[in-house]
């Protein structure tokens, strides 16, 4: 199967047509992505449009235009992970910062957190595990990218205690 | 718009349904293109079909959720037809709509037939409006005191239940007054997060309950047609775990109203395509329930496939594609037994912790009566971002007894290896006496069952 | 020995029949076990068996072919039956003389029916006492001189075969006069080399000739009854490619003929069990000649049971155990039209060079009326010391149309990566004019396909 | 699925009543050789047997009393392949010196070939493809075991070419 330049301008006529966000198609190495919205302009009535052509096999082609979703942007990622104590992943799964998509993340670099504070969920096969702070103190660094997949034990979060 | 014959069919799910789904499609002659998340691109279901369009990534919304990659993705693959499948979006309105407005057809009812079933307030008030019971509860409720009042009037224990709801989210049991208020909040708020409603209703709670459904086939000509019940009452958490048809607990007389039942309302709902309508059979009480229509093809059809000879999916599809159904209400004869298990990659000792990662060894029963619906393969990687179903394993027989004897033997050739799963337990649970004898209800797994096998010698610390 | 009710059964033999016969076993309720050389310890037929014994290493000689292994490996694993499958031992009267010796029931004839139908001259002497026609031929012959008076009696072309023999091994064509002599040198010599018997009788050849042969099942009751016959003209080197039920390019007056000469001469040879008879027929004088027995279930069985409805493993242990056919002629219904192609691991534009290795993708069809029967699986290898058989796709419809379409579509969704296979030659042939016309005869695929398919552009030089 | 004594002893007992030559039965590291002929006595009366019990799962047991078949010890498997033109295998397949079990190899060491000599057989799937010698020589060594897997391309026997 293979996307000809008419498949493509049908998709693009039923985008413009509908109140869709965002489509990333691919096959074969063909990777098309539309999106309604610009990153700094409002929605514009002409979508943005990206089409790869396909790569060398070893490689599959990738648009970098996408923007990044909101949570992702926010998330830190250190080269260096500070010193403190580390929330692991209680199992393989989904790292999400926040409780629901678009909602605020359960916490932020700097933010004060008590034992048992929810810092983030694990999302295993639909199952949501709320992880939570295992000492009280600042929340010094969010290891992971918002999204991601994380392996059992990994660090998440990164919490430097209070003193005492 | 006019149904016409489809030609290319896109498939907008995964899993084990995708693969029924590419089946069904290669049965009827029909193409199908597989659309894949990024995590599924060397599905099983990609593989059968003719062609296969990856819609996003991994995690759900940016695919399988995506309304817009998927009509986007049918319109690109030259599909004239998408088929949702279950989950995901099969049940969203939207779909349809979008389906309708680029000239696409679903494979399901339409979008006006999805809203009024999927609103379980509405599908309530069209079954009181034909006399059939929807229990002793509620319309929509406007506050606790509301609650209270109307609580106190059919006695407790009651139900709260989200409007917009299914899959247990948004349902709370209360047993007394002094419960009622934190329930509430509890159960909106769950209603609110999962369904973006918060919305509840109120039932009176059951305690011999069996969930039993009937799976109607409405074409799109006036023919409506019901293929008998299946009995769904082994669940935990409100997930079945087993199913069977027919339900043979439930009294005959009961079971013939229940069917009638649920022509009369897809009727009055002006349903099209295939649909589920659930009850609940008070068994103390010899008496029935409604409670919701799914407007989609279930989990467990096959054991009403096995016991009617009637192939649900490519059913979906010629009534999708126009055509009147070829049989009527007395050509459907129902033959035997059958069973169903879901085998889970989840460590039930383990209150069911999910157990994703690759599957080392994959050898399953083959048998007369045996039937396997499943994605999964040697090799296979079950990923976290999806449920935790890796297959259905499906046993018919002449009778009850023969099904459960087969189900019990099948269960005891898989080989599974990589990932735990739930064949230990089913395989416990089908040998079981009350099983055996049919002497359950909706409670007799969690608080009967589970308890026991959980605290039985040697469980925990074992991955199945 | 009189019969008694299986229990358990040891599976002598690998690849899909050992799969097959598992099955069959489930379906019985019996236990069974895997008798596998160390190349197939961790195979699908080990895996599905109730537990697996290893006797010898890979070299067939070793352990599939070795018979005191084989009913070893039964009095160690506690079985009290063998099922030999087809090759190997399977037709080895030896093999059910030591079962009788060690108290073991031999899933096939009694010994002496196996050496009398296994040995072809005095299968021939016994059909033609019987009156069924044996071919224009000749018993055992001496030496060149007879045989050529013999063949200047009925004319050339003729066919120099080996007594003992099978499988297209020592057997010779001879188109005049001349070619004689080393012919019939060189039929002996690969006689003697293959079945260590160099005897050799001499048939006319017949031009437009088309193979056919009939399944019978004859229990130990005295009923005896066939269930219609199989077309194999398809062949290349005398070796099967595709099977089809029935003969649909026979005259229905012959097929008749067939069914009941082969039902006399199952009669005549006391014959128990499942076995095929074998037959030349002659569609140009509409006539037929007995050629062979075969005392074993054939590589082809599924399609006399897709259009029978009757599961011969099932019918070969169940009379094995003593029991009676539960059914008569007049029971036997055939339904529809059923078409086997064999998938090898072969490179047929490579004049069929084997290609074993790790099978790294293995995705098959599903489908109503598609049967797949294999050992294979992603991740297997396929080795170099047995033959080259990986899967046998078998179709079925209510016309041979119907199943030649089912099949050619199955075909095109069949997804094999790491070895090549003999699936693309398949495709061709089953969508060929005349195989779909059924004009061929058994030169056909050597004579006209193969060549032409060989030549046409791109073929050589690509791991099809 | 397991070996007992009794199960065992049974294959005994079923051996002395039969003219079986050789037994080798394994079940889950459990394994069982019972030959009626012995490397220097005539075949014996009673049957010689081995029983190795289970060894650690990583490392199956096997008796070391197997008698190597006649082919077999009959090659010979220099450490170092001696100078000359290597036969090669033309597929994946096994090895065989002779063309069939019992009759005598194509060649030894020392012998003289001429091109087109058959030197062995390399069968797969059944297909049993002779190799021939590509010069006219000696045979200086036999490189694979009889009834070995070879790949495509192993040499499989060395020729010196004749002088010329």
């Known amino acids: 199967m293979s996307l000809e330049p008419s498949d493509i301008r049908r998709l693009l006529d039923a985008f413009e047509q509908s109140d869709w966000n965002e489509i990333r198609l691919s096959v074969d190495g063909v990777e098309v992505f539309i999106s309604a919205s610009d990153e700094a302009a409002p929605p514009a009535t002409s979508p943005r449009a990206a089409v790869a052509p396909p790569a060398t096999p070893a490689a599959p082609a990738t648009t970098t235009s996408a923007s990044a979703p909101a949570a992702a942007t926010a998330s830190s990622t250190p080269a260096e992970i500070p010193a403190g104590e580390a929330v692991r992943s209680p199992s393989p799964g989904i790292f999400w910062r926040s409780p629901s998509p678009g909602a605020p993340p359960f916490v932020e670099v700097g933010q004060h957190v008590e034992a048992g504070t929810v810092v983030c969920i694990v999302e295993v096969m639909k199952l949501m595990n709320r992880v939570v702070a295992g000492v009280a103190g600042t929340v010094v660094a969010i290891v992971v990218e918002n999204s991601q997949q994380v392996a059992r034990d990994q660090a998440l979060v990164v919490i430097r205690p209070d003193a005492g | ?464």
Not at chain 2, 367 to 378: F, K, L, M, Q
Not at chain 2, 392 to 407: N, Q, V
Request: hydrophobic share 45%.
């Open chain 2, 1 to 464: 718009m006019r149904p016409r014959p489809l030609r290319r069919v896109l498939i907008a799910n995964r899993g084990e349904i995708a693969v029924r789904i590419a089946r069904a499609c290669f049965d009827e002659g029909l193409e199908c293109v597989a659309a894949v998340s990024e995590a599924d691109r060397d599905s099983l279901a990609a593989r059968l079909a003719d062609g296969a369009i990856c819609i996003g990534s991994a995690a759900a919304t940016a695919s399988y959720l995506n309304i817009g990659a998927v009509v986007g993705a049918a319109i690109a693959a030259r599909c004239d037809a998408i088929h949702p499948g279950y989950g995901f979006l099969s049940e969203r309105a939207e779909l349809a709509q979008a389906c309708a407005e680029h000239g696409i057809t679903f494979v399901g009812p339409p979008a006006a037939v999805i809203r009024r079933g999927g609103d379980k307030v509405a599908a309530r008030r069209a079954a009181r409006a034909l006399g059939i019971p929807v229990g002793e509860g509620s319309d929509a409720i406007a506050s606790v005191a509301e609650a209270g009042r109307i609580a106190a009037d059919i006695g407790y224990p009651v139900l709260l239940k989200a409007a917009a709801g299914g899959g247990g989210r948004g349902m709370v049991q209360v047993r007394r007054e002094a419960e009622l208020e934190e329930a509430f909040l509890r159960a909106s708020t769950e209603a609110q997060q999962a369904f973006g409603d918060g919305t509840l209703f109120l039932e009176r709670y059951v305690t011999n309950a069996r969930h039993v459904e009937i799976q109607v086939l409405a074409d799109g000509h006036g023919q409506v047609v019901h293929l008998g019940e299946r009995d769904c009452s082994c669940q935990r958490r409100y997930q079945k775990l087993v199913e069977e048809a027919p339900a043979a607990a439930v009294p005959a007389h009961l079971r013939a109203a229940l069917g009638e039942a649920a022509v009369r309302l897809a009727r009055a709902l002006d349903y099209v395509g295939a649909g589920t309508m659930e009850f609940l059979v008070d068994l103390d009480r010899e008496a029935f329930s409604f409670l919701e229509v799914n407007t989609r093809v279930q989990v467990e059809h096959p054991v009403t496939e096995l016991v009617s000879g009637i192939d649900i999916v490519r059913q979906q599809l010629r009534i999708a594609g126009g055509d009147a159904l070829g049989f009527t209400q007395d050509d459907v004869a129902l033959r035997g037994h059958a069973v169903e298990v879901r085998i889970n990659a989840e460590q039930p000792a383990q209150d069911f912790l999910p157990s994703p990662g690759r599957i080392e060894r994959w050898t399953l029963p083959q048998g007369e009566g045996v039937r396997v619906d499943t994605h999964c393969h040697e090799g296979y990687v079950v990923g976290a971002h999806y449920d935790s179903m890796v297959a259905k394993l499906i046993c018919h027989g002449a009778s009850r007894a023969e099904a459960l004897d087969r189900l019990y033997r099948a269960l005891g050739h898989v080989r599974i290896e990589g990932i735990a799963t739930t064949v230990p337990l089913l395989r416990d649970l089908v040998g079981h006496g009350d099983f055996r004898a049919d002497r359950i209800n909706t409670r007799w797994l969690e608080d009967h069952f589970l308890p026991a096998w959980t605290a039985a010698p040697g469980r925990t610390g074992v991955a199945a």
